[in-house]
């Protein structure tokens, strides 16, 4: 008789714990995973409308920007885009008191909406000149960007310095939607 009962009580715990096996692979796993899944989405929900929020509140001042931006673009001729970005390479040497070296220019065409006019120069000067060069290049309004920048000394005592930089010039194009 004992045996029967034993054999009763295993059958029901096994029952049992099948059925909590089931009802954790059919619902309790799924409908946990579809909760946090739920939550991660509502967060990324939240901080979309927050940036939106926060992009809202700065609309003014990414609007004067980017009309400086239009404003102070190169002009849609390429001739007169290179005049331009010449124009200003010489204003910046002039300020600077030093000369170019090198100067190789190369236009790059981008499929994001604009063409970018890239020079790389090497300028000889003591370090006040070429770092007055740097310095007109970066506070310069033509849409110019140093890319890269290297310094090496020319004699022992390092008076003599050798600049070898590339800087780009951007230009939107009708593509890009800015005019």
């Not at 200003?88 to 090198?102: D, H, L, P």
């Not at 790389?120 to 960007?145: F, H, K, N, T």
Request: charged share 30%.
């Amino acid at each position: 008789m004992q045996d029967k009962r034993r054999e009763l009580i295993l059958k029901i715990v096994v029952g049992a714990v099948a059925g909590l096996f089931l009802l954790d692979l059919i619902i309790l796993s799924p409908g946990i995973q579809r909760w946090k899944d739920q939550g991660d989405r509502i967060a990324s929900l939240r901080e979309k409308v927050t940036r939106g929020a926060q992009l809202m509140e700065r609309e003014q001042s990414i609007r004067t920007r980017w009309d400086e931006m239009l404003r102070t673009d190169l002009a849609d001729d390429l001739s007169a885009a290179e005049n331009e970005a010449f124009k200003g390479i010489n204003r910046w040497a002039r300020e600077s008191r030093i000369s170019f070296t090198s100067l190789t220019p190369q236009w790059r065409t981008h499929e994001e909406g604009y063409d970018t006019f890239e020079c790389r120069a090497s300028a000889a000067g003591d370090q006040a000149s070429l770092g007055r060069l740097i310095y007109e290049i970066e506070a310069d309004s033509l849409p110019v960007r140093l890319e890269e920048c290297e310094l090496t000394a020319r004699d022992a005592q390092g008076k003599q310095l050798l600049l070898t930089a590339k800087f780009s010039f951007m230009r939107l194009t009708q593509a890009g939607g800015a005019r």
